[in-house]
């Protein structure tokens, strides 16, 4: 994918788990680069945690 066709900020979630993590190393993988703190929730109906990572395209 060109830069063209990349968005410049992209919001990746999911539950807290290695998946997530891989998908954040392979955002950075690909160029992009970590913008703020991760941020965490705890779902107690579910009984899980949720998580969140800002990523952006350094100009």
Do not use: E, N, W
């Not at 410049?8 to 913008?35: I, K, M, P, Q, W």
């Amino acid at each position: 994918m060109s830069d063209t066709d990349r968005p410049g900020y992209r919001l990746l979630t999911g539950l807290d788990d290695h998946a997530f993590c891989v998908r954040v190393s392979d955002a950075l993988a690909d160029g992009y680069a970590l913008y703020g703190s991760p941020s965490c929730t705890y779902d107690s109906k579910q009984d899980r945690m949720l998580v969140a990572q800002a990523v952006i395209l350094p100009t």
